[in-house]
């Protein structure tokens, strides 16, 4: 079994475990604004508006029968170029992914570099040899392909987008992340994406609270004012 992380962040994900409350408790949490959505047919099922049209045009993933696919959003409040700031930094994923102890990567950073990553405790993983398929500085784009390591992620692709909005008045991200990855013998499809979504909102969580205490910092102006 791949098994669940030991992690203490709180989950805005739509797919949640059943709980005593049944259908009427279910009922009551839907009805509550969320921060994070998730959807694991990918492809912009779901998704309605600009938001359906940024992952049917930059998330475009081809999951075979042993595989599965999610894609999860989230609204920050802070501009794209200082989100994109710490995304962007392939080499230095420590600057926002709480799970990362250290980071070395081989060579220039360039496309096709790779990248070992050492994992914190709690997971069950300790390294990870991660390559980078495309970085796209105009578009906000993100692609990396796991290619070694020691843990279960095996043929794990990921793709996150950036795309500017407008928050409360002010400039503010739409961040995407959809991932593709292998089903493991002795697991499920839903089990799988339970486990790589729950990582990847502990990102996404983490990346909101670093980026929205430097937009504070920066003090950014209402966009009335710009």
Same mark, same amino acid.
């Given at each position: 079994?791949?098994?669940? !992380?030991?992690?203490? &962040? ?9 709980? %005593?409350?049944? %259908? ?8 509550? %604004? ?35 696919? *999610?894609? $999860? ?8 170029? $200082? ?32 990248? =070992?990553?050492?994992?914190? *405790?709690?997971? !069950? ?6 390559? $980078?398929? $495309? ?7 993100? *692609? ?26 002010? !400039?503010?991200?739409?961040?995407? =992340? ?18 790589? =979504?729950?990582?990847?909102? &502990?990102?996404?969580? *983490?990346? &909101? ?18």
């Amino acid at each position: 079994m791949i098994g669940r !992380p030991e992690v203490r &962040c709180f989950f805005y994900g739509e797919r949640r475990r059943k709980t %005593k409350g049944g %259908k009427k408790q279910r009922n009551k949490k839907k009805k509550k %604004k969320k921060k994070m959505n998730g959807n694991k047919n990918g492809g912009g099922a779901g998704f309605g508006g600009i938001v359906g049209e940024y992952i049917r045009r930059h998330h475009k993933h081809d999951p075979k029968d042993h595989q599965c696919t *999610s894609t $999860l959003v989230r609204h920050i409040k802070a501009p794209v170029h $200082l989100v994109w700031s710490l995304v962007r930094r392939f080499d230095q994923p420590q600057k926002y992914k709480p799970f990362v102890s250290r980071c070395v990567v081989q060579g220039n950073l360039e496309i096709g570099s790779l990248r =070992e990553v050492d994992v914190k *405790s709690g997971l !069950p993983a300790t390294t990870s040899t991660e390559r $980078l398929e $495309l970085l796209d500085d105009d578009e906000h784009i993100l *692609s990396i392909k796991i290619i070694g390591g020691d843990h279960r992620l095996r043929n794990y692709s990921s793709i996150i987008s950036l795309h500017p909005e407008i928050i409360d008045g002010r !400039p503010g991200t739409v961040v995407i =992340e959809s991932f593709v990855v292998d089903v493991p013998e002795g697991n499920t499809k839903d089990e799988t994406c339970y486990f790589v =979504e729950a990582l990847i909102q &502990c990102n996404l969580k *983490s990346l &909101c609270d670093v980026s929205e205490r430097l937009a504070v910092q920066d003090r950014t102006e209402p966009i009335d004012r710009l």
